[in-house]
């Protein structure tokens, strides 16, 4: 089989490799790119790659994915640093960026695996912390004084919220991954 892969926040780090090595896959026919820039040199003049300018928090995108019925959704988008004195701008892009991805997900069939980037933060940095604390999944997320781990707390919770009302009512149910890096560094960027 081969996939369509939907990856939103492809002009970024991140986003950005994901488009480029699944456009080196056999497996792979084409992957739709969402992000609010242009895009990158690294995706310049890549026969595989269709791309959607759009905030994910729009209503603009959409219909033009929908067109290409990805199978795979890797969700990468989100502004990271804090936008000082613009919070709410950041909350709307982060939140209801992400609430809008996951809108998409489980209102098509055709979606069958969902990818959601997240962060090891929400279970929160804090100086009370010891080695001997692990965290693990039946751990909840804690609060945390940084705006990042908060939204991403929030999020997760949110699509948790999703999962377990579309399994309750019987809806559509892609498989779902979660990744939580503790931090991202590279040669890009």
């Not at 497996?27 to 995706?43: A, F, G, S, T």
Request: glycine share 6%; aromatic share 12%.
């Amino acid at each position: 089989m081969n996939h369509i892969v939907f990856i939103t926040g492809a002009a970024g780090y991140i986003g950005g490799m994901l488009a480029d090595q699944y456009s080196k896959r056999s497996d792979v026919e084409k992957i739709i790119c969402l992000d609010r820039d242009d895009r990158p040199n690294l995706l310049e003049n890549n026969p595989k790659i269709v791309w959607v300018k759009a905030h994910t928090n729009d209503d603009t995108w959409q219909a033009e994915v929908a067109k290409h019925s990805p199978d795979i959704v890797i969700h990468t988008a989100w502004q990271i640093r804090e936008l000082y004195g613009k919070q709410d701008d950041q909350w709307k892009w982060n939140v209801i960026g992400s609430e809008k991805v996951f809108d998409f997900v489980f209102a098509n069939s055709f979606v069958k695996k969902f990818i959601h980037y997240s962060t090891v933060s929400s279970y929160s940095a804090l100086p009370t912390n010891t080695l001997q604390d692990v965290f693990t999944e039946d751990k909840p997320f804690r609060d945390s004084p940084y705006l990042y781990a908060t939204e991403k707390k929030v999020v997760e919770e949110r699509l948790h919220t999703r999962y377990e009302k579309a399994v309750k009512e019987g809806g559509h149910v892609p498989q779902i991954s979660i990744i939580r890096p503790a931090s991202i560094t590279g040669p890009r960027g």
